[in-house]
């Protein structure tokens, strides 16, 4: 599946460096999505963007901040990350942001950070 | 709000046997959606297959088929001739129609080992 393409695969950071995380889709979606997934717990969604809008922020640190500067790109801008930021951080996208079942996220392979 | 629940943690099954992965949620909504997510080793969340809750048909994709249970709010994935590949995480998900952000609410996921 190459339909929503994440790099880095794996990253590793100190709590003062800068990061950024990319999301492509090639889906023509117009809808994307970052999630954390953390060991032990349920996927949690973080921010969603809607054309290019950001549509919904999951009550998440100031230290992580998006960036979609169009429908197929998606960043996620990383800045003072604390060690229980380590995660899988995964990206999705939908045809759109409506209510039906063609709104079905397709998900990419994921970006390894970890936090040190 | 909605819930999902995953009662098995960790599940194996012999290649070639059937297994079924339960899944149970809550939702005051008479509309939804449901969804079986697989992600390998990978960490590529996999759409397996979808429902939706009107249709009283059980979904089918090849090897795999739900066992949808509205009254009961359960939510089964059945998985037949099971093979190698299909060691995974899988996670349930659920979706209603009328909410703001197309977010879904995942379970807590279900290892499942496949072994030969």
């Known amino acids: 599946e190459t339909g929503v393409t994440q790099t880095p695969r794996h990253l590793v950071m100190g709590m003062t460096n800068k990061k950024s995380l990319k999301c492509e889709q090639h889906?023509?979606?117009?809808?994307m999505y970052w999630y954390k997934q953390s060991a032990k717990k349920p996927l949690e969604l973080m921010f969603v963007?809607?054309?290019?809008?950001?549509?919904e922020n999951n009550s998440v640190p100031s230290r992580f901040s998006p960036e979609c500067p169009n429908s197929s790109h998606l960043f996620l801008h990383l800045h003072t990350l604390q060690p229980e930021d380590s995660a899988l951080y995964l990206c999705?996208?939908?045809?759109?942001f409506g209510t039906g079942i063609q709104e079905t996220q397709y998900f990419g392979p994921g970006t390894r950070l970890l936090v040190l | 709000a909605q819930t999902v629940t995953q009662s098995q943690p960790e599940m194996s099954v012999q290649e070639a046997e059937t297994v079924t992965l339960s899944c149970t949620y809550d939702t005051s909504e008479n509309n939804y959606y449901l969804f079986w997510y697989k992600q390998p080793p990978s960490r590529q969340m996999i759409l397996v297959i979808r429902?939706?809750?009107?249709?009283?048909q059980n979904a089918t994709e090849n090897r795999f088929s739900v066992n949808f249970q509205k009254a009961a709010k359960s939510f089964s994935l059945k998985i037949s001739d099971s093979q190698l590949g299909d060691t995974a995480m899988y996670f349930c998900?659920?979706?209603?129609?009328?909410?703001?952000?197309?977010?879904?609410?995942f379970g807590g996921g279900t290892r499942l080992m496949v072994k030969p």
């Open positions: 889906l023509g979606h117009n809808a």
């Open positions: 999705a996208s939908s045809q759109g």
């Open positions: 998900a659920f979706k209603a129609p009328n909410n703001a952000g197309n977010m879904l609410t």
């Open positions: 963007y809607s054309l290019e809008e950001r549509v």
């Open positions: 429902q939706e809750a009107y249709k009283q």
